[in-house]
């Protein structure tokens, strides 16, 4: 009754304050796509206040990050949530891995840059993104999703991908897919998350198995600040 009572006016811009906190979840992701019909009907401009990522992902164009008041990004959710320009936006929005360590070289390529980072527990990544804004020796931060590392009981077959030796330490059902928490031989963890499409009897790894991850050069990214 509210909105209604705010679009009578047919105002050219809506300043919305957490509009969906009160709801539950279901009757949450049912409204939020309410409200994007209703401004693609009206074309009137949402602004929308929220502290909840998955809606931000959902209802926005644009969307802009801020910290302690100071706006760290502003652009789409794809670009949000692919190509963060900072730790804090890459933490921020969705899960992810990040690990702290050195540029020892960059090489530029057709692609882009291919980037070589020395991680702080000894880990040598290669990463091949569109620019690597930061010189050799500089102090950087290697990132991937979750969803982009594969994990799997034997070392992947192609040489030219990433990949890491651990052991299963614990895994959360989320019904739709699965996160894997693997213990790193120095003893740091790496999240993985595959699609559950096997039924949950099915699944072929389990706590304490031994397991490779590993990831193509294109899916992680160098964060230089």
Not at 139 to 166: C, H, T
């Amino acid at each position: 009754m509210a909105l209604a009572r705010s679009l009578a006016k047919r105002p050219k811009v809506l300043l919305l304050d957490e509009p969906l906190g009160a709801l539950d979840r279901k009757l949450r992701e049912e409204t939020q796509f309410e409200l994007m019909d209703i401004q693609q009907t009206l074309g009137t401009t949402f602004l929308i206040v929220t502290h909840d990522q998955e809606e931000a992902m959902t209802v926005s164009d644009r969307i802009a990050v801020m910290e302690k008041g100071e706006i760290m990004q502003v652009a789409t959710p794809a670009e949000i949530y692919e190509a963060p320009n900072s730790r804090y936006v890459a933490d921020f929005i969705g899960d992810i891995n990040i690990v702290e360590g050195r540029l020892e070289a960059v090489e530029k390529v057709a692609e882009g840059d291919l980037a070589t980072v020395i991680c702080n527990s000894g880990l040598k990544v290669v990463v091949d993104q569109p620019s690597c804004k930061a010189e050799p020796g500089a102090a950087v931060a290697f990132a991937i999703r979750p969803e982009k590392v594969r994990i799997g009981s034997a070392p992947p077959a192609d040489s030219a991908v990433n990949a890491l030796f651990g052991e299963v330490w614990d895994i959360g059902y989320l019904g739709d897919f699965s996160v894997f928490i693997v213990k790193l031989e120095d003893g740091s963890t790496f999240r993985a998350a595959q699609a559950n499409t096997h039924r949950l009897v099915d699944r072929p790894i389990t706590v304490d198995d031994k397991v490779w991850l590993s990831w193509p050069v294109d899916a992680g990214l160098v964060l230089t600040r």
